[in-house]
T-cell receptor
Framework: AQTVTQSQPEMSVQEAETVTLSCTYDTSENNYYLFWYKQPPSRQMILVIRQEAYKQQNATENRFSVNFQKAAKSFSLKISDSQLGDTAMYFCAFMNLSSNTGKLIFGQGTTLQVKP | NAGVMQNPRHLVRRRGQEARLRCSPMKGHSHVYWYRQLPEEGLKFMVYLQKENIIDESGMPKERFSAEFPKEGPSILRIQQVVRGDSAAYFC???????????FGPGTRLTVL
C-alpha cells in the first residue's frame, strides 16, 4: 500500500521569503504522479503543481517548484517570494497510474502561515 | 464551463437521520471521486465511480454508506443513520479520464448533532 507523509504540521514564513514544505512517500510502483494541493480557509482544493514520476526534470509553476528525488521518494515544494495569499494548508498527494482507479492518496497536510 | 458543484454546502443532521450529498461533475467528465476530510486531517479516498458503475469502493465504510452515479443526474453519496463520527467535510472530484487531473468541488460540511 502507498503512504504519503508530511512531517511538518505547521510552518511560517515572512512575506517575500522562500519556504520549503517536505513530503515523503512509500511505494513499490514505478509509474505514478505526485501533486501538491493548496487548501485556503475557503476549504476549496486547488492544484498547485504536478510531477510525473518518469520525468527527471523538476516541475515549476511560477513561484512554485518541486524538488523530486525519486530514489529517496521525496517530493518537496518550494514557494518563492511568499505572498499573504499563500497562507493555506498544503497537501502532498500520490496517484498510482498502474492501478485502475486513479485515486489520490493524501498526506496529513502542512499549515503554512505567511506573515506580513 | 462551470466547475464541480456540490450541494448542499452545509448539512446538519441529528443522529439516526439520513444524509444525501450531491455532486455534479464538470461538463464532459465521467469519472467521479468522493473523499472525506475529518477535522485537522488530510483527505481520505472513499469511492470512485464512472457513469452507472462503482469502480473502487475500498475506502467506503461497509455499513451505512453508499454511492451512485446514475446515467442522468448528479452523483449521490448517501449516509444512513448518521452518527457523530460522520461529521466531516465531504469532497467530490471529477476528471475526464483515468490518470487525469482531478478537479475538486467546494465540499459539503456535514455536522451530526
Amino acid at each position: 500500500a502507498q503512504t504519503v507523509t508530511q512531517s511538518q504540521p505547521e510552518m511560517s514564513v515572512q512575506e517575500a521569503e522562500t519556504v520549503t514544505l517536505s513530503c515523503t512517500y512509500d511505494t513499490s510502483e514505478n509509474n505514478y504522479y505526485l501533486f501538491w494541493y493548496k487548501q485556503p480557509p475557503s476549504r476549496q482544493m486547488i492544484l498547485v503543481i504536478r510531477q510525473e514520476a518518469y520525468k527527471q526534470q523538476n516541475a515549476t509553476e511560477n513561484r512554485f517548484s518541486v524538488n523530486f528525488q525519486k530514489a529517496a521518494k521525496s517530493f518537496s515544494l518550494k514557494i518563492s517570494d511568499s505572498q499573504l495569499g499563500d497562507t493555506a494548508m498544503y497537501f502532498c498527494a500520490f496517484m498510482n497510474l498502474s492501478s485502475n482507479t486513479g485515486k489520490l492518496i493524501f498526506g496529513q497536510g502542512t499549515t503554512l502561515q505567511v506573515k506580513p | 464551463n462551470a466547475g464541480v458543484m456540490q450541494n448542499p454546502r452545509h448539512l446538519v443532521r441529528r443522529r439516526g437521520q439520513e444524509a444525501r450529498l450531491r455532486c455534479s461533475p464538470m461538463k464532459g467528465h465521467s469519472h467521479v471521486y468522493w473523499y472525506r476530510q475529518l477535522p485537522e486531517e488530510g483527505l481520505k479516498f472513499m469511492v470512485y465511480l464512472q457513469k452507472e458503475n462503482i469502480i473502487d469502493e475500498s475506502g467506503m465504510p461497509k455499513e451505512r454508506f453508499s454511492a451512485e452515479f446514475p446515467k442522468e443526474g448528479p452523483s449521490i453519496l448517501r449516509i444512513q443513520q448518521v452518527v457523530r463520527g460522520d461529521s466531516a467535510a465531504y469532497f467530490c472530484a471529477s476528471s475526464p479520464g483515468l490518470g487525469n487531473e482531478q478537479f475538486f468541488g467546494p465540499g459539503t460540511r456535514l455536522t451530526v448533532l
